[in-house]
Protein backbone atom coordinates (compact mmCIF):
# COMPACT_ATOMS: atom_id res chain seq x y z
CA UNK A 1 0.00 0.00 0.00
CA UNK A 2 1.43 3.22 -0.74
CA UNK A 3 2.38 5.60 1.84
CA UNK A 4 0.05 8.78 0.40
CA UNK A 5 -3.40 7.08 -1.91
CA UNK A 6 -4.95 10.18 -3.82
CA UNK A 7 -6.82 9.87 -6.95
CA UNK A 8 -5.00 11.08 -9.68
CA UNK A 9 -7.94 12.84 -11.39
CA UNK A 10 -8.02 14.47 -13.97
CA UNK A 11 -11.50 16.74 -12.21
CA UNK A 12 -12.97 18.60 -14.33
CA UNK A 13 -15.58 20.67 -13.00
CA UNK A 14 -17.18 23.76 -14.03
CA UNK A 15 -17.00 27.25 -12.65
CA UNK A 16 -18.99 27.56 -9.37
CA UNK A 17 -19.47 23.92 -8.56
CA UNK A 18 -18.56 22.32 -5.50
CA UNK A 19 -15.70 19.62 -5.55
CA UNK A 20 -13.80 16.97 -2.68
CA UNK A 21 -10.92 15.08 -2.83
CA UNK A 22 -9.85 12.25 -0.55
CA UNK A 23 -6.55 10.90 0.33
CA UNK A 24 -5.88 7.42 2.50
CA UNK A 25 -2.44 7.58 4.28
CA UNK A 26 -0.83 4.39 5.91
CA UNK A 27 0.75 5.08 8.92
CA UNK A 28 -1.40 5.30 11.68
CA UNK A 29 1.51 7.11 13.44
CA UNK A 30 1.25 10.27 11.25
CA UNK A 31 0.58 13.10 13.13
CA UNK A 32 0.55 16.03 10.87
CA UNK A 33 -1.73 16.72 7.72
CA UNK A 34 -1.45 19.35 5.11
CA UNK A 35 -2.61 20.33 1.64
CA UNK A 36 -0.77 21.76 -0.80
CA UNK A 37 -1.24 23.02 -4.04
CA UNK A 38 0.98 23.03 -6.82
CA UNK A 39 0.61 24.46 -10.03
CA UNK A 40 2.31 23.32 -13.18
CA UNK A 41 6.34 23.17 -13.31
CA UNK A 42 6.08 25.25 -9.84
CA UNK A 43 6.96 24.24 -6.01
CA UNK A 44 3.95 23.26 -3.69
CA UNK A 45 2.45 25.91 -1.92
CA UNK A 46 0.75 25.39 1.06
CA UNK A 47 -2.83 25.41 0.98
CA UNK A 48 -4.09 24.34 4.70
CA UNK A 49 -3.09 22.59 7.49
CA UNK A 50 -5.69 19.83 8.35
CA UNK A 51 -6.90 19.44 12.15
CA UNK A 52 -8.65 16.40 13.39
CA UNK A 53 -11.56 19.04 14.51
CA UNK A 54 -11.75 19.83 11.23
CA UNK A 55 -11.16 23.17 9.33
CA UNK A 56 -12.47 25.85 7.06
CA UNK A 57 -10.80 28.52 5.02
CA UNK A 58 -13.19 30.47 2.97
CA UNK A 59 -13.92 28.61 0.14
CA UNK A 60 -11.88 25.65 1.19
CA UNK A 61 -12.81 22.80 3.94
CA UNK A 62 -10.20 19.76 5.36
CA UNK A 63 -11.59 16.74 6.89
CA UNK A 64 -9.64 14.23 8.69
CA UNK A 65 -10.78 10.75 9.67
CA UNK A 66 -8.00 9.59 11.84
CA UNK A 67 -9.72 6.02 12.69
CA UNK A 68 -10.25 5.70 8.65
CA UNK A 69 -6.80 7.56 7.80
CA UNK A 70 -8.74 9.45 5.36
CA UNK A 71 -8.53 12.97 4.67
CA UNK A 72 -10.64 15.23 2.70
CA UNK A 73 -10.74 18.53 0.60
CA UNK A 74 -13.77 20.53 0.21
CA UNK A 75 -13.64 23.42 -2.46
CA UNK A 76 -17.06 25.22 -2.75
CA UNK A 77 -17.50 28.08 -5.44
CA UNK A 78 -14.82 26.42 -7.45
CA UNK A 79 -13.27 29.37 -9.58
CA UNK A 80 -10.65 29.34 -12.68
CA UNK A 81 -7.92 29.71 -10.98
CA UNK A 82 -8.30 26.68 -8.51
CA UNK A 83 -6.94 24.74 -11.44
CA UNK A 84 -3.91 23.28 -10.39
CA UNK A 85 -2.43 19.79 -8.70
CA UNK A 86 -3.73 19.22 -5.07
CA UNK A 87 -1.43 17.19 -2.86
CA UNK A 88 -2.36 15.56 0.06
CA UNK A 89 0.88 15.32 2.47
CA UNK A 90 1.60 13.92 5.97
CA UNK A 91 4.90 14.17 8.02
CA UNK A 92 6.93 11.04 8.44
CA UNK A 93 6.23 9.70 11.70
CA UNK A 94 8.71 7.94 14.05
CA UNK A 95 10.85 10.94 14.88
CA UNK A 96 12.05 11.26 11.24
CA UNK A 97 11.48 14.97 9.95
CA UNK A 98 10.29 15.69 6.39
CA UNK A 99 7.03 15.32 4.23
CA UNK A 100 5.40 12.28 2.14
CA UNK A 101 3.62 13.65 -0.68
CA UNK A 102 0.85 11.87 -2.57
CA UNK A 103 0.98 12.11 -6.38
CA UNK A 104 -1.22 14.64 -6.41
CA UNK A 105 -4.96 15.43 -7.93
CA UNK A 106 -5.39 17.49 -10.87
CA UNK A 107 -7.81 19.53 -11.05
CA UNK A 108 -9.74 21.32 -14.17
CA UNK A 109 -12.19 24.05 -13.34
CA UNK A 110 -14.09 25.03 -17.11
CA UNK A 111 -15.53 28.30 -17.45
CA UNK B 1 7.50 35.64 5.96
CA UNK B 2 9.26 32.33 6.25
CA UNK B 3 10.85 32.76 2.36
CA UNK B 4 12.58 29.86 1.13
CA UNK B 5 14.93 30.84 -2.13
CA UNK B 6 16.15 28.20 -4.41
CA UNK B 7 18.97 28.88 -7.41
CA UNK B 8 19.40 28.60 -9.83
CA UNK B 9 15.71 28.12 -11.23
CA UNK B 10 16.41 26.59 -14.26
CA UNK B 11 19.87 24.56 -15.53
CA UNK B 12 20.79 22.31 -18.79
CA UNK B 13 24.62 20.52 -18.35
CA UNK B 14 26.40 17.88 -20.16
CA UNK B 15 26.48 14.35 -18.95
CA UNK B 16 29.37 14.12 -16.79
CA UNK B 17 29.93 16.99 -15.18
CA UNK B 18 28.42 18.73 -11.62
CA UNK B 19 25.67 20.75 -10.60
CA UNK B 20 24.90 22.67 -7.72
CA UNK B 21 21.89 23.68 -6.49
CA UNK B 22 21.64 26.14 -3.72
CA UNK B 23 18.67 26.89 -1.03
CA UNK B 24 18.29 29.65 1.46
CA UNK B 25 16.01 30.51 4.31
CA UNK B 26 15.65 34.25 4.07
CA UNK B 27 13.87 35.28 7.03
CA UNK B 28 14.51 32.80 9.20
CA UNK B 29 17.14 30.25 10.55
CA UNK B 30 16.96 26.78 9.39
CA UNK B 31 18.90 24.16 10.90
CA UNK B 32 17.24 21.17 8.85
CA UNK B 33 16.03 21.72 5.30
CA UNK B 34 14.90 19.42 2.55
CA UNK B 35 15.96 18.15 -0.24
CA UNK B 36 12.98 16.46 -2.29
CA UNK B 37 12.77 15.21 -6.30
CA UNK B 38 10.34 15.15 -8.58
CA UNK B 39 10.02 13.17 -11.83
CA UNK B 40 7.16 13.87 -14.45
CA UNK B 41 3.71 12.85 -13.33
CA UNK B 42 5.07 11.38 -10.33
CA UNK B 43 5.22 12.89 -6.08
CA UNK B 44 7.54 14.45 -4.42
CA UNK B 45 10.20 12.35 -3.26
CA UNK B 46 12.40 12.81 -0.20
CA UNK B 47 16.08 12.78 -1.36
CA UNK B 48 18.05 13.47 2.10
CA UNK B 49 17.45 15.70 4.93
CA UNK B 50 20.18 18.40 5.81
CA UNK B 51 21.71 19.34 8.98
CA UNK B 52 23.36 22.65 10.14
CA UNK B 53 26.52 21.42 10.76
CA UNK B 54 26.69 17.89 10.96
CA UNK B 55 26.07 15.39 7.61
CA UNK B 56 23.31 14.79 5.46
CA UNK B 57 20.60 11.79 6.24
CA UNK B 58 19.95 10.30 2.62
CA UNK B 59 16.78 8.48 2.17
CA UNK B 60 16.94 4.72 0.74
CA UNK B 61 18.17 4.29 -2.54
CA UNK B 62 19.76 7.94 -2.99
CA UNK B 63 23.81 7.88 -3.29
CA UNK B 64 25.12 10.25 -0.34
CA UNK B 65 28.21 10.14 -2.97
CA UNK B 66 26.55 11.20 -6.03
CA UNK B 67 24.56 13.50 -4.06
CA UNK B 68 26.61 15.81 -2.19
CA UNK B 69 24.81 17.94 0.42
CA UNK B 70 26.22 20.91 2.67
CA UNK B 71 24.81 22.85 5.09
CA UNK B 72 27.79 25.15 6.49
CA UNK B 73 25.18 28.07 7.74
CA UNK B 74 21.81 28.51 9.52
CA UNK B 75 20.08 30.31 6.14
CA UNK B 76 21.99 27.43 3.39
CA UNK B 77 22.23 24.55 1.97
CA UNK B 78 23.76 23.19 -1.13
CA UNK B 79 23.08 20.13 -3.19
CA UNK B 80 25.15 19.07 -5.92
CA UNK B 81 24.73 16.50 -8.16
CA UNK B 82 28.14 14.92 -9.25
CA UNK B 83 28.50 13.15 -12.14
CA UNK B 84 25.58 13.86 -13.79
CA UNK B 85 23.59 11.51 -16.31
CA UNK B 86 20.28 11.91 -18.03
CA UNK B 87 18.39 9.96 -15.75
CA UNK B 88 19.55 12.31 -12.91
CA UNK B 89 17.00 15.17 -14.73
CA UNK B 90 14.07 15.91 -12.89
CA UNK B 91 12.93 18.83 -10.37
CA UNK B 92 14.61 19.66 -7.47
CA UNK B 93 12.95 21.31 -4.69
CA UNK B 94 14.28 22.50 -1.13
CA UNK B 95 12.01 22.74 1.85
CA UNK B 96 12.80 24.78 5.66
CA UNK B 97 10.78 24.82 8.45
CA UNK B 98 10.34 27.76 10.57
CA UNK B 99 9.95 26.10 13.95
CA UNK B 100 9.08 29.32 15.25
CA UNK B 101 5.73 29.38 13.56
CA UNK B 102 2.53 28.37 14.67
CA UNK B 103 1.67 25.60 12.37
CA UNK B 104 5.12 24.46 11.89
CA UNK B 105 4.50 24.97 7.99
CA UNK B 106 7.13 23.54 5.30
CA UNK B 107 8.32 26.19 2.93
CA UNK B 108 9.47 25.21 -0.49
CA UNK B 109 12.16 26.94 -2.79
CA UNK B 110 10.78 27.44 -6.36
CA UNK B 111 12.59 24.41 -7.62
CA UNK B 112 15.20 23.51 -10.16
CA UNK B 113 14.49 21.78 -13.38
CA UNK B 114 17.98 20.20 -14.01
CA UNK B 115 18.48 18.61 -17.67
CA UNK B 116 21.33 16.59 -18.16
CA UNK B 117 22.12 15.91 -21.96
Known amino acids: RKEVEQDPGPFNVPEGATVAFNCTYSNSASQSFFWYRQDCRKEPKLLMSVYSSGNEDGRFTAQLNRASQYISLLIRDSKLSDSATYLCVVNRPGGADGLTFGKGTHLIIQP | GAVVSQHPSRVICKSGTSVKIECRSL??????MFWYRQFPKQSLMLMAT?????????EQGVEKDKFLINHASLTLSTLTVTSAHPEDSSFYIC?????????????FGSGTRLTVV
Open chain 2, 95 to 107: SARDSGRANYGYT
Open chain 2, 27 to 32: DFQATT
Open chain 2, 50 to 58: SNEGSKATY
